[in-house]
């Protein structure tokens, strides 16, 4: 027999609460928690059934049954580790506006192993048969199915039987079973699990495309994370026209690897070589601008990072950064302070990364700290010098991981010099790539500046 009960779930991070608060005791967030009624149904819906779940040797187990699907789209393919795996669930999240649909429908008209059931619960057939329009890649057949009702989904899901099924999106779901509206926690974790289940049983994989808000957050989605196979995250400034796709959990692959896109008039674009988005044409030197070798996942990337120094007009000075890690950038600053000498206590100090980019890797810190000196003194740095060094607190060099990568990687760009520190260990550096061998950051003033 059904028992209706209610419950009090925080909407940002969905924990569950006996009564009704203000503010979520679990993630802080004040006016989140929402009063839901869930049917709790006395038999369980999803039983496995009795020979499933007897346990079996791990040895016996074969690996042959579940090959990859690999994609035609070349970066989407690298992100998800070499295709997608059959049974899998992924999650792709984003900002609205960024382009998940689009770069969904794409996949899709290119998939490989059709027919692909595309679930529209935002857009009406007529939107997304435009949209297909405008991409028009690829030949897979698709069916757009335009429906929120979770249950109706898994039967269509059933009978189609499908290489591949696109949700969009899962904060339009909802589940009969229960009351509450759709977008709330619990219809998303209902209905979500409800999918995965279907998704294991039939062996097809299903991609989730859930929104995220402004401070990031995949709003009520962030709940299935850990029931996902796969987070991706489809990020970039909605002004520039690069997307990023990056994989925040892989149960099947590696999380370092990073896709990047433009979006054009017909769809978003692969982009095969990269360094060159995030570097401007090489014509003109400019005080304030130092190049970085950077790696995003297994794939080195020329990043320019740009710094302005200016008097502070107020008491205070500003200290602000965009891309970059705004507590890495005053720790440069004390070092360049404390142990070169460098009085930038008194000055306004901005810095950002080309492109739209976001960076942590710490093999940019010679980089950031050379456009700051280059913009305090207002000397150019020469536009054939890239730099790779981490600075640690005592203002020395610290050599930084896949360096012969990296220099390979700056000499394809054209650069003829490279800053690193005197303690890396470099096996065949590139032919034609002078290096200069540092150990602390005030050498490089005097190498550049002399
Ligand atoms: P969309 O995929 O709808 O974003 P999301 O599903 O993440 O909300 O598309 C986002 C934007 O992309 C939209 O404002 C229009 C633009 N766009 C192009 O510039 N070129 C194209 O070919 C398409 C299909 C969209
Ligand atoms: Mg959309």
């Known amino acids: 027999m059904a028992q209706k009960k209610t419950t009090f779930i925080c909407q940002n991070c969905g924990s569950s609460h006996n009564q009704w608060m203000g503010q979520c005791n679990r993630c802080d967030h004040w006016n989140t928690i929402v009063e839901e009624k869930l049917r709790v149904s006395s038999k369980k819906t999803f039983a496995a059934s009795s020979d499933h779940s007897a346990p079996r040797p791990i040895k016996e187990i074969s690996l042959q049954e579940t090959p990859r699907i690999a994609l035609t789209e070349p970066e989407l393919n690298r992100v998800t580790g070499g295709g997608l795996v059959p049974g899998s669930v992924i999650l792709l999240g984003g900002e609205p506006g960024i382009g998940k649909s689009t770069l969904m429908l794409q996949l899709s008209m ?10 529209s619960g935002e857009e009406s057939l007529e939107q997304v ?66 999918l995965i289940q279907i998704a294991k049983q039939l062996g097809v994989p299903v991609i989730l495309i859930g929104h995220i808000t402004k401070e990031g957050q995949l709003a009520g989605p962030k709940v299935l994370e850990h029931m996902v196979d796969v987070v991706l995250q489809f990020e970039g400034d909605r002004q520039h026209m690069y997307r990023l796709l990056r994989a925040q959990k ?7 690897e990073l896709g990047i896109y433009e979006m054009q008039g017909s769809g978003l674009h692969p982009v095969s070589d990269p360094s060159q988005i995030f570097t401007r044409p090489r014509d003109e030197s400019l005080s304030g601008v130092g190049i970085g070798i950077g790696m995003e996942g297994a794939r080195p990337l020329l990043i320019e990072t740009q710094a302005l120094v200016s008097t502070a007009v107020y008491g205070t000075p500003q200290r602000s950064t965009t891309g970059f890690d705004s507590r890495r950038l005053n720790m440069l600053l004390a070092v360049l302070e404390k142990r070169c000498g ?3 206590g008194s000055r306004d100090v901005f810095l950002n ?3 739209g980019l976001r960076v942590d890797d710490p093999a940019l810190d010679l980089a950031v700290c050379s456009s700051v ?65 540092l150990k602390r950051v005030d050498e490089v003033a005097q190498l550049l500046f002399g």
């Open 373 to 437: 000196l280059s913009s305090s003194g207002d000397l150019p740095i020469s536009l054939d010098i890239a730099f790779c060094s981490e600075v640690g607190l005592g203002g020395e060099l610290r050599p930084v991981s896949r360096l012969d990568q990296r220099l390979m990687e700056a000499s394809k760009m054209g650069f003829t010099e490279v800053v690193v520190s005197a303690r890396s260990k470099l096996e065949n550096p590139p032919k034609g790539l002078k290096l200069h061998t």
């Open 129 to 194: 048969k435009l949209r297909a329009d405008r991409i028009s890649t690829g030949s897979a057949e698709v069916l757009l199915l335009p429906e929120t009702d979770v249950e109706l989904i898994a039967d269509q899901l059933k009978k189609n039987k499908p290489g591949l099924c696109v949700v969009d999106s899962v904060q339009t779901l909802f589940s009969p079973e229960l009351e509450s509206a759709p977008g709330t926690v619990s219809q998303i974790r209902e209905s979500a699990h409800r």
């Open 250 to 256: 892989n149960r099947f692959g590696s999380t370092s």
């Open 353 to 355: 990364i080309a492109g």
């Open 342 to 344: 460098f009085h930038l």
């Open 110 to 119: 290119g998939f490989p192993k059709g027919p692909v059931l595309y679930v």
